[in-house]
């Protein structure tokens, strides 16, 4: 029996070390052996002193070292990789090179890691031709790490190359390419990476299946998106929070609210991501009500919101015009985040859809270093007020910075002057954007022109721009025309348009409601039978108008003749005195507005029960005299009551601000701020 272990049975006596005191007396053993002088020895010896978490008294044995091998600097080098000092990897790495130290699988893997670690990918190819001038052009474990890095830098194109010559792939180069390519956007590659690794006969992990459903949720493929759902719960893979959440975010984001809350409702543990993706799911599909919910019960539960739920609050807020739980929200970012950018843009559009473009102003003015996204939403704010002089004059403001207007900015500029009626300098910044700024119009920007030239009723000079287009014209730039056809009574054109809507088959009801409105008011009769029968056939139903108003900070909607109110009859007796008052000041109603063949009492008792004249009395009945009203409508305000309006605010002086689908409008004194141009 010898007296001493050998060398390879050092290893298993450094395993079993628990604390440094053990390893030095193991070190002490191999120098008096002579051991120390065995190159494995030494590298073992290195990995223990590191795995005890003791990096410099490693370091200090490895630079004692008369001689160092491969196995020492690979020692070395791990164990610097694994104390997450990437950039002590890559010197050590450069320093072994230049001893003349021939490199192998794990150098050059550990290497090219720090590189993805550091995002260094310069280094990280220069490593890459060394690695194949030494002969791994083909190593799985040197590819994988190439792999990566090109994966984390963003170039899918150049990691693609390395894995088609991959003679192996692992499962995790499998990953690596599914996931890099469903986080760089490319949703397609991704998908076909996986039917290709299925071909393959290589099956995917969880990790797998979290980049397809992102690749899922970005293409909007849910066909797809439920058959991996049912692969995850038929292989029974773990399915811990991110992959849930992840789910959550898939069905949100493409409208399956019901599937999104049942997944989210079943989840043993959330987070505050959990929540965001719940939270921003409703916010974006028109559910106000239920993000709020939800993010008044999140901290209930002692969740502490993010930006990103917050940001979706706010656009919820913005959507039913909830000021005071907007400011509530601003507030909060205020003391408990980082007023960054993205959550100053998103408290500016708030402010402004909630009808305090002031506020809005106010905000913006205090942004020391504004980006392209919020000039544009400052813009498009005085733009859905009306205020086109503004806004061009804002626009005017930022060409005078570094910052260049984008096609967004324009957007933003052509429908504030829209709403403005400011045809000539539309059409002016039409043509600049094009020559002068060299950005080559897109659908919405015909569709804002096409919309200034015919709601200014120059219908055929609309007709001529759409004609001149290069491509063929989608919808909205048809409803747009087919609008200004209709306020104007040009029928026989606006016929042409209507046919080309009904052509494209929209899935709006809102659009069909235009067509029949418009062939109603041309005594079509039988076009409107059919509009109708082709609504019926489909399923579609109009959503029924409503407006809101807030009083006292709480949200009250009402819907047209909607009696259910506890307030109703009080609310009618001030209508009805109203109605008495405008009469004797020469209000006329216009009935032409019910487009149904019905007495026209009926008419005139429709008309003023509308959803706008219900808040209106409700918030006259509960608020002081010469409080301010703001009423939110989910359709456009009807010509009659736009006219009523402008009475009821001289009537009662006060402000009323109403804000329908598509702008402003500010009542006072018996003017609106549209000039009624609208």
């Known amino acids: 029996m010898p007296l001493y272990p050998w060398p390879k049975q050092i290893r298993s006596l450094l395993l079993a070390c628990r604390d440094k005191s053990t390893i030095a007396k193991v070190q002490a053993l191999m120098i008096v052996t002579g051991l120390f002088d065995h190159g494995k020895s030494n590298s073992q010896l290195i990995a223990a002193y590191a795995r ?248 209930r539960l002692r969740f502490r919101p993010d930006l990103v739920s917050l940001v979706s609050a706010l656009l919820a807020c913005s959507q039913v015009g909830y000021l005071k739980m907007g400011r509530s929200i601003h507030g909060y970012i205020v003391r408990r985040h980082e007023f960054e950018l993205v959550s100053a843009t998103a408290v500016i559009d708030m402010y402004s859809k909630c009808g305090a473009l002031l506020n809005a102003r106010a905000l913006f003015d205090g942004i020391s270093t504004k980006d392209v996204i919020s000039w544009n939403a400052m813009i498009a704010s005085y733009g859905i007020h009306g205020h086109g002089k503004e806004a061009l004059s804002l626009f005017l403001e930022m060409t005078e910075t570094k910052l260049k207007p984008d096609d967004a900015t324009f957007a933003s500029l052509l429908s504030a002057l829209s709403h403005s009626g400011l045809i000539e300098e539309g059409r002016y910044w039409f043509d600049q954007m094009i020559d002068k700024f060299k950005i080559q119009p897109q659908e919405k920007h015909y569709a804002c022109v096409v919309d200034l030239l015919a709601r200014a009723g120059r219908v055929e000079e609309a007709h001529n721009l759409i004609n001149s287009m290069a491509h063929e014209p989608a919808i909205a730039i048809w409803v747009a025309f087919l609008s200004g056809c209709h306020n104007h009574g040009k029928f026989l054109i606006g016929e042409l348009a209507a046919k080309k809507v009904l052509e494209l088959k929209p899935d709006d009801p809102g659009i069909y409601s235009l067509i029949s409105n418009f062939f109603a008011a041309a005594r079509k009769w039988d076009e409107v039978a059919e509009v109708r029968r082709v609504v019926k056939k489909a399923g579609m139903k109009k959503a029924p108008g409503y407006s809101m108003v807030e009083v006292n900070g709480k949200l009250h909607a009402f819907l047209m003749e909607d009696k259910s109110h506890y307030q109703y009859e009080q609310m009618v007796r001030i209508i009805d005195k109203l109605d008495g008052e405008m009469t004797a000041m020469g209000f006329v109603p216009k009935t032409e507005f019910v487009l149904h063949d019905l007495d026209e009492e009926v008419k005139l008792r429709m008309l003023s029960r509308h959803s706008e004249r219900l808040a209106i009395a409700f918030g006259l009945l509960n608020t002081a005299p010469g409080t301010k009203l703001v009423i939110i409508k989910n359709l456009r305000v009807c010509g009659d009551c736009h006219e009523a309006i402008k009475y009821i605010s001289r009537i009662v002086d006060r402000e009323i601000i109403v804000r329908d689908v598509k702008r402003f409008h500010h009542f006072k004194h018996g003017m609106c701020s549209c000039g009624d141009y609208w």
């Open 52 to 299: 005890m978490g003791d990096i410099s008294s490693a370091r200090e044995l490895f630079d004692r070292l008369p001689q160092r091998g491969v196995d020492a600097w690979n020692a070395m080098i791990i164990a610097c990789s694994r104390k997450g000092l990437p950039g002590e990897v890559v010197a050590l790495y450069r320093e072994m090179i230049l001893e003349g130290v021939r490199a192998d699988s794990s150098s050059f893997t550990v290497a090219i890691k720090a590189c993805t670690s550091l995002s260094d990918l310069e280094t990280g190819e220069e490593i890459w031709n060394q690695a194949i001038e030494f002969g791994y052009k083909y190593d799985v474990f040197v590819g994988s790490s190439m792999l990566n890095l090109y994966v984390k830098c963003g170039n899918m194109d150049e990691a693609m190359v390395i894995f088609d010559r991959m003679e192996r792939k692992d499962i995790v180069c499998w990953t690596t390419m599914i996931t890099g390519f469903a986080q760089s956007g490319r949703a397609k590659e991704a998908i076909k990476i996986y039917r290709h690794m299925r071909n393959e006969e290589v099956e995917g992990d969880g990790v797998v299946m979290l980049g397809l459903i992102q690749a899922c949720t970005d293409l909007g493929d849910m066909k797809l998106g439920l058959s991996v759902h049912g692969h995850v719960l038929r292989r029974n893979f773990p399915t811990g929070v991110v992959l849930q959440t992840c789910l959550v975010d898939m069905y949100s984001k493409n409208g399956y609210l019901n599937l999104a809350s049942h997944v989210f409702s079943n989840m043993p543990q959330k987070n505050v991501v959990s929540w965001s993706a719940l939270i921003s799911g409703f916010a974006q599909n028109g559910f106000a009500g239920d993000a709020l919910d939800m993010l008044v019960e999140m901290q």
